[in-house]
């Protein structure tokens, strides 16, 4: 098994409506910047040094929508949040990421102001990279090669616990940041602005 880091930033613009009282949809434009480190010694081939890890980095668009259904009461709520997106990269190699996301939340309300939940966080991603890698073996007098290749990566868990809080800083600001744990972690922060 390999051992893979992937490292993402992403900013987007989320234009959403709620066209029943329990059910909001929205769609999201967004960019993407982002690294990928693969440790390939667990492979067991007697690399050199400098050909043990594959770095791959990445930048581009990312296209996608997805529904939210809300239920609640003045002190309790209940959401589910489902997303799908597609991403189209270029960078160090060609690559493309899709990605399905779930995330179900049972919180409390405290005051106007603030949410606190538990929950869960649901993710089914496939990266898909391809391209050339100078391969520098470190042999006196040898011949460097390109290697052409074609990798698709995923995640190994797809479930996770999470635990978040939610904040209005001001009629338009808003704060959310949502910490998974488990097999898989994550972290998941948001500043929203929303106009009038």
Do not use: C
Request: no cysteine; proline share 2%; glycine share 14%.
């Amino acid at each position: 098994m390999l051992d893979i880091d992937n490292d993402i930033r992403h900013g987007d613009i989320k234009v959403d409506v709620w066209v029943l009282p329990f059910l909001n949809v929205f769609g999201i434009y967004g960019q993407i910047d982002g690294d990928t480190k693969i440790d390939l010694r667990a492979l067991g081939l007697s690399l050199p040094p400098q050909t043990n890890s594959l770095n791959i980095n990445y930048d581009g668009d990312v296209y996608g929508g997805g529904i939210v259904l809300a239920f609640g009461g003045d002190k309790w709520f209940g959401s589910v949040t489902a997303t799908v997106t597609d991403t189209s990269l270029g960078g160090d190699f060609q690559s493309s990421v899709g990605a399905t996301t779930i995330q179900p939340r049972f919180g409390l309300r405290f005051g106007d102001h603030t949410e606190v939940w538990l929950g869960g966080y649901f993710l089914d991603a496939e990266e898909k990279h391809s391209g050339s890698i100078d391969l520098d073996l470190g042999l006196v007098g040898g011949v460097v090669e390109d290697a052409e290749f074609a990798v698709a990566l995923s995640q190994q868990e797809d479930f996770n616990f999470s635990i978040g809080t939610h904040m209005m800083l001001s009629d338009a600001w808003e704060a959310t940041v949502e910490v998974g744990a488990g097999d898989r972690r994550t972290v998941l922060a948001n500043f929203t602005y929303r106009f009038d």
